[in-house]
C-alpha cells in the first residue's frame, strides 16, 4: 500500500508513452515514403497506403475494440496491446516485401487500435476528478510527441540506416512503454462497459455528431498532404531528407506549443471559442501551403502555423465531447479515435490519387477545403448561451 502514491505518479507518463508509440506506429510509413517505396520497389502511391489501408483498419477497430473489451481489466489490456505494437514493428523491420509489411501492419494496427481511447479512460480510474481533464490531456501528449520527435527521427533513421532500422527502433520504444505499463499501471482497474444502449444515446445526439464530424473534416484535410509531405516537399521545393526533417520537427514543436496555449486558455476562453481559434489556425496554414507551394521557406512557414492547430484542435474535440455528454464520455472518446481515423483514411487516400496523377499543387486546395467544411461546422455547434460555453 505505501508504494500507491508513486504508482499513481508514473502510471500517466507509462500511459503516455504508449500513445507515442501508438502514434509513430500509425505515422511511420509518411517518414520514409521514399526508402519503403524502393526498398519494396513500389510506387510512392503504393507505400502510401500502408497509411490508407492501416487508418480504415484503426476506424472499424476503434468502437469495436472498445465494445468488445471494455470489461477487461485495464493492465492486461493495455500491457498485450503494447505487447503487440512492438512485435508488429519489430517483425515490419524484417518484412521480405510489400504484401507481408501491408498485413502485418494491418494486423498489428486492429489490435493497436483499442489502445487511445482505452488509455484515457484508464486515466480517469487512476487521478482524482479534479487532474482528469489535464491528465488526459497529458496522455494525448503522446500523438504530439509522435509527430514533433518521432517523425523527425523516423526521417532521419530512414533516410541513412534504412526503413528497416526505423521499424526496429519504433518496436524497441514499444517494448520500453510496455515494461513501463507493466511495473507502473495499477492492477485491477475496471471502467464502465460499453454497452449498444451506450451507442444508440451517442448516434440521437446531434451535437455529438456534429463534433465528430468536425474531427473527421479536420484530419481528411490535413492528411491529403501530410501522408505525402515528405515527396511534396521534395518534387514541389527540391528538399532533401534533412531539410524534410527539419519541417517535420517545425510542425512538431508547434504542435507542441499550440497544445500548451490551448491547455493555457481554455479555461478562460472556453473549449468553443478555443476550437475556432486553433480550427482558424489549421486553416491559415492550409491555405498558407496551397499558396505557398514551390517555395521551402513558405512551405515550412506554413507548416509551422498548420502546426500550431493540428494536435490542439483534436485536444479540444476530446474536451467538448466529454463536455457535451459525460456518461457517454467512454463511448464518444472511442468514437473521436474512429473518426480521426477514418478522416486519416479518406485523406490519405484521396492525396494518394492527386499525388499518383501528378496533380501535385491541386492537393493543397483539396486539403483547404475540407477545412473550411470543418470550420463551418464549428460556428453551427457554437453554444447558445452563457452557461453552454463548456460545451
Given at each position: 500500500m505505501?508504494k500507491?502514491?508513486?504508482?499513481?505518479?508514473?502510471?500517466?507518463t507509462?500511459?503516455?508513452?504508449g500513445?507515442?508509440?501508438?502514434g509513430?506506429?500509425?505515422l511511420?510509413?509518411a517518414g520514409?515514403l521514399p526508402?519503403?517505396?524502393?526498398?519494396l520497389?513500389?510506387?510512392i502511391?503504393?507505400?502510401?497506403l500502408?497509411?490508407?489501408?492501416?487508418a480504415?483498419?484503426?476506424?472499424?477497430?476503434?468502437?469495436?475494440?472498445?465494445w468488445?473489451?471494455?470489461?477487461i481489466?485495464?493492465?492486461?489490456?493495455?500491457t498485450?496491446?503494447?505487447?503487440?505494437?512492438?512485435?508488429?514493428?519489430?517483425?515490419?523491420?524484417?518484412?521480405?516485401?510489400?504484401?507481408?509489411?501491408?498485413?502485418?501492419?494491418l494486423v498489428?494496427?486492429?489490435?493497436?487500435a483499442?489502445?487511445?481511447?482505452?488509455?484515457?479512460?484508464?486515466?480517469?480510474l487512476?487521478?482524482?476528478?479534479?487532474?482528469?481533464?489535464s491528465?488526459?490531456?497529458?496522455?494525448?501528449?503522446?500523438?504530439?510527441?509522435?509527430?514533433?520527435?518521432?517523425?523527425?527521427?523516423?526521417?532521419?533513421?530512414?533516410?541513412?540506416?534504412?526503413?528497416?532500422?526505423?521499424f526496429?527502433?519504433?518496436?524497441?520504444l514499444g517494448c520500453?512503454?510496455?515494461?513501463l505499463?507493466?511495473l507502473r499501471?495499477?492492477?485491477g482497474?475496471?471502467?464502465?462497459?460499453?454497452?449498444?444502449?451506450?451507442?444508440?444515446?451517442v448516434?440521437?445526439?446531434?451535437?455529438?455528431l456534429?463534433?465528430?464530424?468536425?474531427?473527421?473534416?479536420?484530419?481528411?484535410?490535413?492528411?491529403?498532404?501530410?501522408?505525402?509531405?515528405?515527396?511534396?516537399l521534395?518534387?514541389?521545393?527540391?528538399?532533401?531528407?534533412?531539410?524534410?526533417?527539419?519541417?517535420?520537427?517545425l510542425?512538431?514543436?508547434?504542435?507542441?506549443?499550440?497544445?500548451?496555449?490551448?491547455?493555457?486558455?481554455?479555461?478562460?476562453?472556453?473549449?468553443?471559442?478555443?476550437?475556432?481559434?486553433?480550427?482558424?489556425?489549421?486553416l491559415?496554414?492550409?491555405?498558407?501551403?496551397?499558396?505557398g507551394?514551390?517555395?521551402?521557406?513558405?512551405?515550412?512557414?506554413?507548416?509551422?502555423?498548420?502546426?500550431?492547430?493540428?494536435?490542439?484542435?483534436?485536444?479540444m474535440?476530446?474536451?467538448?465531447?466529454?463536455?457535451?455528454a459525460?456518461?457517454l464520455?467512454?463511448a464518444?472518446?472511442?468514437?473521436?479515435?474512429s473518426?480521426?481515423y477514418?478522416?486519416?483514411?479518406?485523406?490519405?487516400?484521396?492525396?494518394?490519387?492527386?499525388?499518383?496523377?501528378?496533380?501535385l499543387?491541386?492537393l493543397?486546395?483539396?486539403?483547404?477545403?475540407?477545412?473550411?467544411?470543418?470550420l463551418?461546422?464549428?460556428?453551427?455547434?457554437?453554444?447558445?448561451?452563457?452557461?453552454?460555453?463548456?460545451?
Amino acid at each position: 500500500m505505501e508504494k500507491a502514491p508513486a504508482i499513481g505518479r508514473f502510471a500517466p507518463t507509462a500511459l503516455m508513452l504508449g500513445n507515442l508509440v501508438t502514434g509513430c506506429s500509425v505515422l511511420a510509413p509518411a517518414g520514409m515514403l521514399p526508402e519503403l517505396a524502393t526498398g519494396l520497389g513500389v510506387g510512392i502511391h503504393a507505400a502510401g497506403l500502408l497509411i490508407t489501408f492501416g487508418a480504415v483498419t484503426l476506424c472499424i477497430g476503434s468502437p469495436l475494440t472498445a465494445w468488445l473489451t471494455s470489461r477487461i481489466e485495464r493492465r492486461m489490456l493495455l500491457t498485450a496491446t503494447l505487447a503487440v505494437l512492438a512485435f508488429g514493428n519489430l517483425a515490419s523491420a524484417f518484412a521480405p516485401d510489400y504484401t507481408s509489411l501491408l498485413v502485418i501492419r494491418l494486423v498489428m494496427l486492429a489490435v493497436g487500435a483499442l489502445y487511445t481511447p482505452q488509455a484515457a479512460g484508464t486515466a480517469a480510474l487512476i487521478v482524482p476528478a479534479a487532474r482528469r481533464g489535464s491528465t488526459i490531456a497529458y496522455i494525448f501528449l503522446g500523438w504530439t510527441l509522435a509527430a514533433d520527435v518521432g517523425l523527425p527521427l523516423i526521417t532521419f533513421i530512414a533516410s541513412r540506416y534504412g526503413w528497416s532500422a526505423a521499424f526496429g527502433g519504433i518496436g524497441a520504444l514499444g517494448c520500453i512503454s510496455f515494461l513501463l505499463l507493466l511495473l507502473r499501471l495499477p492492477a485491477g482497474l475496471k471502467g464502465a462497459a460499453v454497452d449498444l444502449k451506450t451507442w444508440a444515446a451517442v448516434g440521437r445526439s446531434r451535437t455529438i455528431l456534429l463534433l465528430l464530424a468536425i474531427t473527421m473534416l479536420q484530419m481528411s484535410g490535413q492528411f491529403v498532404v501530410f501522408t505525402y509531405m515528405r515527396p511534396l516537399l521534395n518534387k514541389l521545393a527540391g528538399a532533401g531528407p534533412d531539410a524534410v526533417g527539419i519541417v517535420f520537427a517545425l510542425y512538431g514543436v508547434c504542435g507542441f506549443l499550440g497544445v500548451v496555449i490551448a491547455t493555457r486558455i481554455v479555461d478562460t476562453s472556453g473549449p468553443y471559442r478555443t476550437s475556432l481559434l486553433f480550427t482558424c489556425l489549421l486553416l491559415a496554414g492550409m491555405t498558407g501551403w496551397a499558396l505557398g507551394a514551390g517555395s521551402l521557406v513558405l512551405m515550412a512557414g506554413a507548416v509551422a502555423i498548420w502546426g500550431l492547430g493540428f494536435a490542439s484542435t483534436n485536444s479540444m474535440q476530446q474536451v467538448r465531447l466529454v463536455a457535451a455528454a459525460p456518461p457517454l464520455a467512454s463511448a464518444t472518446v472511442a468514437l473521436n479515435t474512429s473518426v480521426l481515423y477514418i478522416g486519416q483514411a479518406v485523406g490519405s487516400a484521396i492525396g494518394g490519387l492527386l499525388f499518383a496523377h501528378e496533380f501535385l499543387h491541386t492537393l493543397g486546395f483539396v486539403a483547404v477545403g475540407f477545412v473550411v467544411l470543418a470550420l463551418i461546422l464549428v460556428v453551427l455547434t457554437r453554444p447558445r448561451s452563457a452557461a453552454a460555453t463548456t460545451a
